[in-house]
């Protein structure tokens, strides 16, 4: 029973590439449907994962990559068709690259990283998933003229939570490796006094 929460998430991943497809030929209607049964899956695995008490390790890294390659890549594709402004895509990318680059950084330096998502990063990922189903709806069922106020809001309020998220993962990490270093410093200084 355990496998079945990992299973519906690399069903997640699997749609990515078809999310792609479908807004690269603008089949934005079909691109809002599959989007949502994606966060349907998401809530599912999860659901099962704790009622079941079945939660495991590949399941705690594989969910957030499902997540974050599922919204980067609607992000990255709206972007290149001009569909949302690109300084947009622009942080929604750098902030998840800054957060794996710290997560490779850490590895080098054998660091061991905890992956704890901070409430800011919860509030911003529902913010990202309300913009891009947004847009998809509005672009699938010809909604422009009564959403567009809404989208300009949206737009402005994902550019701020991403920011705010990005940041505040980056002073976490910053402040733990610099503790640990400093554990590690001193450490080494008691090991050469002996």
Known sequence: MSFVPNLITLGRLILVPVIIYLIGHQEFEAAFWVFVA???SDG???????????????????????????????????????????????????RDVLIVGAVLISWLIG???????????????????????????VLGFGLEASLASALVLGTYLTGMTTVVSGASYLVDWVRDVSAWETDEAEKQHTVSDN
């Open 38 to 40: 994606a966060g349907v």
């Open 44 to 94: 599912v695995d999860g659901f099962i994962a704790r009622r079941f008490n079945v939660k495991t390790t590949l399941g705690a890294w594989l969910d957030p990559v499902a997540d974050k390659a599922l919204l980067v890549s609607i992000f990255v594709s709206l972007g290149m068709q001009d569909l949302i402004p690109n300084w947009l895509v622009i942080l929604v990318v750098s």
């Open 111 to 137: 660091f061991s990283i905890t992956m704890r998502p901070l409430m800011v990063s919860k509030i911003n990922t529902t913010v990202q998933i309300a913009y891009a189903a947004g847009v998809l709806a």
